[in-house]
């Protein structure tokens, strides 16, 4: 009976640890999905600004000279 309650523990020691490292990884592709989002809010904002400061500049050449 040792060695199936030995062969038992064994392998709940198995499926837990396959079970961290299934949760980890997980973890890990949302923090990269969160990141990659707010990557391209940045992308997306910095050509928005790019894009006023381009007319403003425009505007300022047309209009205070």
Same mark, same amino acid.
């Given at each position: 009976?040792?060695?199936?309650?030995?062969?038992?523990?064994?392998?709940?020691?198995?499926?837990?640890?396959? =079970?961290? %490292?299934?949760s980890? @990884?997980?973890?890990?592709?949302?923090? #990269?999905? !969160?990141? =990659?989002? %707010?990557?391209?809010? @940045?992308?997306?904002?910095?050509?928005? #600004?790019? !894009?006023?400061?381009?007319?403003?500049?425009?505007?300022?050449?047309?209009?205070?000279?």
């Open positions: 009976m040792d060695i199936s309650k030995g062969i038992k523990e064994g392998l709940e020691f198995i499926s837990d640890t396959v =079970s961290e %490292i299934a980890s @990884i997980a973890e890990k592709n949302r923090l #990269r999905l !969160q990141l =990659s989002h %707010i990557k391209g809010l @940045i992308r997306t904002d910095s050509a928005t #600004r790019d !894009q006023a400061f381009i007319e403003l500049g425009r505007y300022f050449y047309d209009n205070m000279r």
